[in-house]
């Protein structure tokens, strides 16, 4: 974790990593990783995580200092980081089964990205061979199959009813009521099982392998309604998911997450052709863009990107340009883009967490309170969303709103957030009444 001066604004890494007043900088779920194959011991994890959360409690437990609160250094995570690729075509018409189009190592990175320590008893490498493997032998999309697996996971960090140890990745028999649901002996089994349930929607040809999806038969006998017949993602929708209204498009908006091309030499060279042979083409230049975002080309990214919204404005197209903006410290610029792609697309969720952050450094709390609200009723499990929250309560003086934000990460988005600890902490040291002695 870094500390940064106490001026007005500090920008301090190329992808828009910023710093308002006394906050300092911690990473978010889009900060870069670790290297690959980072493995964690679920059952070890999961009992460090409920150590952390319960030395917080759920109320001051005595009275707080407010001057020390004042002068506080707060802690907030990254800004989302990634850029997003246009949709390609009508998310309603987006195949269960079907070829993955992205590689194993893009789905490795994009993993690492958002979560650098799965909890996972395997590396992030074989989870996501797994998938490859059991979901290519049956026909489904392996790598949207993967992202509904980070949905339903937190991106493997869990948090509700299904632990870790479970190997259970889509909360299998998991109904609510501290029901934990089903319980398989390895990782590749839990994947084989998800998968398997998957085509008991889709299909109402067997799977290739033993069935080990625990609910597999029930399905056939008592929904007729669904076996066989949910088709596309989006089919999912209050099936799978309940009452799971987006449910279907957060899944292809991690998916469209997963496939941004790198900043490769051949990755640009080949977005260039793509270029020559459209040049009218606005999906064309987001691509290359994309990839000159990421090979450092910051200014020639922004041009791209000017060129596609003059073919054709996008909520992609003006999301992922506020990012070079915020590379570039023009945040002016970067405040004008969310703002148009959230005009274009409001169920963009990495919109309203990026223009958040930017109110927070612009001491406009209230707003940044209402789009931090916007971005967890799209993601109710973005913990760093709350932690926004709980900064704009601290900043306003609203100290027991903050304390119940940053209980809130810790004890029921269970989330072993790095900032809402590092607050946690801040807080306590602020308890003048009820400490021992």
Same mark, same amino acid.
């Given at each position: 974790?870094?500390?940064?001066?106490?001026?007005?604004?500090?920008?301090?890494?190329?992808?828009?990593?910023?710093?308002?007043?006394?906050?300092?900088?911690?990473?978010?779920?889009?900060?870069?990783?670790?290297?690959?194959?980072?493995?964690?011991?679920?059952?070890?994890?999961?009992?460090?995580?409920?150590?952390?959360?319960?030395?917080?409690?759920?109320?001051?437990?005595?009275?707080?200092?407010?001057?020390?609160?004042?002068?506080?250094? #707060?802690?907030?995570?990254?800004?989302?980081?990634?850029?997003?690729?246009?949709?390609?075509?009508?998310?309603?018409?987006?195949?269960?089964?079907?070829?993955?189009?992205?590689?194993?190592?893009?789905?490795?990175?994009?993993?690492?990205?958002?979560?650098?320590?799965?909890?996972?008893?395997?590396?992030?490498?074989?989870?996501?061979?797994?998938?490859?493997?059991?979901?290519?032998?049956?026909?489904?999309?392996?790598?949207?199959?993967?992202?509904?697996?980070?949905?339903?996971?937190?991106?493997?960090?869990?948090?509700?009813?299904?632990?870790?140890?479970?190997?259970?990745?889509?909360?299998?028999?998991?109904?609510?009521?501290?029901?934990?649901?089903?319980?398989?002996?390895?990782?590749?089994?839990?994947?084989?099982?998800?998968?398997?349930?998957?085509?008991?929607?889709?299909?109402?040809?067997?799977?290739?392998?033993?069935?080990?999806?625990?609910?597999?038969?029930?399905?056939?006998?008592?929904?007729?309604?669904?076996?066989?017949?949910?088709?596309? #993602?989006?089919?999912l929708n209050g099936k799978w998911a309940v009452p799971g209204t987006y449910y279907g498009q957060d899944i292809l908006n991690l998916w469209r997450q997963a496939k941004v091309p790198d900043g490769s030499p051949t990755s640009i060279l080949n977005a260039s052709e793509a270029v020559r042979r459209a040049p009218d083409d606005p999906n064309a230049y987001i691509r290359r863009a994309v990839a000159r975002f990421y090979a450092g080309e910051t200014e020639r990214a922004i041009l791209d990107y000017d060129k596609a919204i003059e073919l054709a404005p996008s909520a992609e197209a003006y999301y992922d340009r506020a990012l070079c903006y915020e590379a570039l410290h023009d945040l002016a610029k970067a405040e004008a883009d969310y703002t148009a792609a959230i005009d274009i697309d409001p169920m963009l969720p990495q919109t309203w967490y990026n223009r958040g952050q930017l109110y927070l450094l612009a001491d406009r709390w209230q707003s940044a309170i209402a789009d931090f609200e916007r971005e967890l009723a799209l993601d109710p499990q973005m913990a760093d969303a709350r932690v926004g929250i709980g900064l704009a309560h601290a900043k306003l003086g609203d100290y027991g709103a903050a304390w119940q934000d940053f209980y809130t990460v810790t004890n029921e988005i269970h989330d072993n957030n790095e900032a809402a600890l590092a607050n946690q902490k801040i807080l306590m040291d602020a308890v003048v009444k009820g400490k021992k002695k």
């Open positions: 974790m870094k500390t940064f001066a106490k001026t007005a604004l500090v920008s301090a890494s190329a992808v828009g990593f910023l710093c308002l007043g006394c906050f300092f900088a911690s990473p978010n779920a889009d900060a870069p990783a670790s290297a690959p194959g980072a493995t964690c011991n679920a059952r070890a994890h999961d009992k460090k995580e409920k150590e952390k959360s319960v030395e917080f409690p759920p109320a001051p437990p005595g009275a707080l200092d407010k001057a020390k609160l004042e002068a506080a250094a #707060w802690t907030m995570g990254a800004p989302y980081s990634t850029p997003v690729l246009p949709k390609g075509g009508d998310l309603e018409d987006v195949t269960i089964f079907g070829r993955a189009e992205a590689t194993e190592k893009q789905m490795v990175d994009f993993i690492l990205r958002r979560n650098p320590a799965p909890s996972i008893s395997c590396t992030v490498e074989e989870i996501v061979g797994y998938y490859y493997e059991e979901a290519g032998r049956e026909g489904i999309r392996a790598d949207i199959a993967l992202c509904q697996a980070c949905k339903e996971t937190g991106f493997f960090k869990y948090g509700g009813d299904v632990t870790a140890d479970q190997n259970n990745y889509c909360g299998l028999g998991a109904t609510g009521n501290h029901e934990p649901g089903a319980r398989f002996e390895t990782p590749q089994l839990g994947v084989r099982a998800h998968i398997q349930h998957l085509m008991v929607y889709t299909t109402t040809r067997r799977p290739e392998t033993e069935i080990v999806d625990p609910r597999y038969e029930l399905v056939i006998e008592k929904r007729p309604d669904i076996h066989g017949i949910v088709k596309m #993602w989006t089919g």
